[in-house]
């Protein structure tokens, strides 16, 4: 009988504990609306501390500290995070833009190698990483992931679009876009409000 009394004393405190972290949390993101960051970050800090088995806390505690420019310590954050939750890609993406903001493209580029690597079948995420690629100038990155996006016969017209500015207008990439463009403008839309 004391075990269990002791059982559900114990889960009753971790209750408590997970609801102040929500609440912490939502008065923290109020603030980020307000872009008060600086008063987020100790927010988040605290729901971190009272659920620190909660991705989500753990997640907007990064996005705060990426806000308030502290990105040292939302590299740090990813990490651990990450090792806790080895399935969740929006750390190390986080990482990875911290990376970008500190000024170390390097390091940020191999690290989308890596998540895109793991997350192979998130076309879209590659289209979305090749175009920043171009961006930032990091052509072999971009080349790279067009010509994969390519092979898969995924999100080729972005593709095709990301080739032909790198190999200039001449280039059959620049053929091959400017017709799936051409072919997309002429695409008959179906006729709305037909049923099956």
């Known amino acids: 009988m004391f075990l269990c009394l002791l059982l559900l004393g114990s889960c009753s405190t971790q209750v408590a504990r997970k609801e102040k972290s929500l609440v912490l949390q939502k008065d ?5 609306d307000r872009k008060e960051y600086g008063d987020a970050v100790p927010l988040l800090k605290e729901a971190v501390k009272l659920a ?4 989500e806390g753990r997640y907007n505690l990064v996005l705060a500290l990426l806000a308030d420019e502290q990105f040292d310590e939302a590299i740090l954050l990813c990490d ?5 939750f080895p399935a969740h890609l929006q750390f190390p993406l986080a990482k990875a833009y911290a990376y970008r903001q500190k000024g170390e493209q390097e390091k940020a580029f191999e690290l989308y190698r890596e998540i895109l690597a793991k997350d192979r079948g998130n076309y879209t995420l590659h ?3 090749m175009e920043l690629a171009m961006e930032e100038g990091d052509t072999s990155f ?8 390519i092979s898969v016969h995924k999100e080729e017209a972005r593709s095709f679009s990301t080739l032909a500015t790198l190999e200039g207008e001449a280039s059959w990439y620049a053929k091959v876009s400017a017709l799936m463009k051409e072919a997309s403008a002429q695409d008959p839309k179906p006729p709305q409000g037909q049923s099956k």
Do not use: Q
């Not at 651990?80 to 806790?84: C, E, G, N, R, V």
């Not at 971009?142 to 996006?149: I, N, T, Y």
């Open 28 to 32: 923290a993101l109020a603030a980020l």
């Open 52 to 55: 620190p088995k909660e991705s």
């Open 142 to 149: 971009a080349r790279e992931v067009a010509l994969f996006l």
């Open 80 to 84: 651990t995070s990450f090792a806790l």
């Open 127 to 129: 289209a979305t990483l």
